[in-house]
């Protein structure tokens, strides 16, 4: 066989490939459609599905306690309000920002999610672009393998998408692969299902793509920089984020240095779905709604404002994969604090940190953008079409992997602070734990550790810095690497 033939059988080979994978989606739940047992686990229904359709180890409690009762009341006089202002949109910007603040009724995100990310608007400046994107990626896409293996494992503790081939499982399926041909610059990266997954539980297929393409596109939220290959938006968050915290929390900086927790290892999914599946459900719908009204800096301040008030059992743990478990896993089963009280905590941290003028990260470079023609279809060369993957490192991602090592030093020897978080206005908000709630600090033994960081200099030798980050790229395939679960 020539190489040319060998090339044509290739290709040939991944065309059925991706066109049996969509038809098992246009199938959905046919019974002829072929689903593996494992694909569709067994569960059961009652009592461990909370309101938002995540399904939970344990029975939820039979009855409502009071706190539960009054919020219920709480948030039916907010959907009156809500439907009011809806229809006579928009309204005074105070106004909107106080009730999102507040938090936006769940069975409110749908309208209001709309008109945050002007979708309507988008839909009808668009008319039929959806369809027929999605009918060349079931022609073209060169990512349906990798779609179809992320839809697979998405909120699969969820009813929603719980069954294989279910409605939601199929139009996530959809969206992906459309948009993968329409911005084809960025094609499809694994924290994407993520996103569009979550829009998706409010939204319609055709609302969602488009409600993913302002978060990817629009200025305000710029996701293209975080998923676009090197992930240059991601370097210049993860940066300021030392910045930040070196200036502001100099004890912890240094205790993270000292164990070699780069800001990468556990902001990674912070930054690229907005806390999801990082801290409680309910609690990122509320961090989603507020990005939605004021943008990417509340993705820094929400970040800052996790350590700050989880800072003392940090402080606690001497070891890189303790506080790596800690932020990555214990603080989404158990967040610590109710909603309400860690939101008011992030309003107190946006204020301080705008005060600080430290809210704003440096303003973003053009490859954080997209710069072709959004939906102008562009034919993958052959590597794509046959899916190969490559062996090698691009320039871009060699500069990522210099980057971390950069940081990483660059954290080791700098101490000097202008700023003690300890003694400024926002370390005196007063934050309380419901007395029913389990604390996730009645976990952790010892008291309390105090706050006052020293001035002493640190070296890459006092700290035994051993650059573990940057070897783990080296080893990985970086966007595996990166957005991994």
Same mark, same amino acid.
């Given at each position: ?10 290709? =040939? ?30 569960? &059961? ?5 909370? =309101?938002?359709? #995540? ?6 409690? &039979? ?18 309000? +809500? ?22 009724? %769940? ?5 209001? +999610? ?7 608007? $988008? ?71 993520? !996103? ?36 240059? =938006? ?29 800001? /990468? ?47 003392? &059992? ?10 790596? @478990?800690?932020?990555? !896993?214990?603080?989404?089963?158990? #967040? ?29 470079? $053009? ?9 102008? #279809? ?18 871009? @991602? ?36 419901? @007395? %029913? ?10 008291? $309390? ?17 051993? /650059?573990?980050?940057?070897?783990? /790229? ?5 966007? &595996? ?5």
């Amino acid at each position: 066989m020539t190489d040319g033939e060998q090339q044509e059988a290739l290709v =040939k080979r991944a065309e059925d490939e991706r066109e049996g994978i969509f038809r098992r989606y246009e199938l959905g739940l046919d019974p002829t459609n072929k689903v593996d047992s494992w694909e569709n686990p067994t569960f &059961e229904i009652y009592h461990i599905t909370d =309101k938002y359709g #995540f399904m939970h180890d344990s029975r939820l409690p &039979e009855t409502r306690d009071a706190h539960e009762v009054h919020r219920t009341k709480i948030e039916v006089e907010r959907v009156k309000k +809500w439907v009011k202002m809806l229809e006579t949109w928009p309204p005074p910007p105070d106004k909107l920002h106080k009730r999102v603040y507040k938090g936006i009724p %769940d069975r409110m995100r749908w309208p209001a +999610w709309i008109r945050l990310l002007n979708v309507k608007q $988008s839909i009808e400046n668009n008319k039929d672009v959806y369809n027929r994107m999605l009918v060349l990626a079931k022609k073209y896409s060169t990512e349906t393998r990798q779609i179809d293996a992320d839809v697979n494992r998405q909120f699969r503790d969820n009813l929603a998408y719980r069954e294989r081939y279910s409605v939601k499982q199929c139009s996530l399926f959809n969206v992906l692969n459309a948009y993968s041909i329409y911005n084809s610059e960025l094609g499809y990266c694994q924290g994407m299902a993520c !996103v569009a997954g979550v829009l998706l539980l409010y939204m319609q297929e055709e609302e969602a793509f488009w409600a993913l393409n302002t978060l990817i596109t629009d200025q305000k939220y710029g996701m293209h920089g975080l998923f676009i290959e090197g992930f240059p =938006k991601l370097t210049r968050f993860i940066d300021h984020h030392d910045r930040i915290l070196s200036k502001i929390m100099r004890k912890l900086h240094k205790h993270f240095t000292k164990h070699n927790v780069d800001a /990468l290892l556990y902001a990674i999914k912070w930054f690229f779905v907005v806390f999801v599946e990082r801290v409680p459900f309910s609690l990122s719908l509320r961090v989603w709604d507020i990005f939605l009204l004021d943008g990417d800096k509340v993705i820094l301040s929400m970040a800052i404002t996790i350590l700050y008030l989880h800072k003392d &059992e940090l402080l606690h743990l001497k070891d890189m994969d303790a506080i790596i @478990e800690y932020l990555q !896993v214990k603080l989404h089963k158990n #967040f610590g604090y109710n909603d309400d009280d860690a939101i008011q905590a992030l309003e107190r941290v946006m204020k301080k940190l705008k005060d600080l003028k430290l809210d704003v990260p440096p303003p973003a470079k $053009s490859n954080e953008f997209p710069t072709r023609t959004l939906g102008d #279809f562009v034919e993958a060369d052959m590597e794509k079409k046959i899916g190969r993957r490559r062996n090698d490192y691009t320039d871009t @991602e060699k500069q990522v992997i210099t980057d971390v090592i950069s940081r990483q030093e660059q954290n080791a020897i700098e101490v000097q602070s202008t700023v003690s978080y300890e003694t400024s206005e926002c370390a005196t908000v007063t934050l309380t734990v419901p @007395e %029913d709630s389990h604390s996730i600090r009645s976990s952790l033994a010892g008291t $309390s550790v105090a706050s006052h960081g020293s001035s002493e200099t640190m070296s890459l030798e006092d700290n035994n810095i051993h /650059l573990k980050t940057a070897n783990m /790229l080296q080893n990985t395939p970086q966007r &595996e690497m990166l957005l991994g679960t």
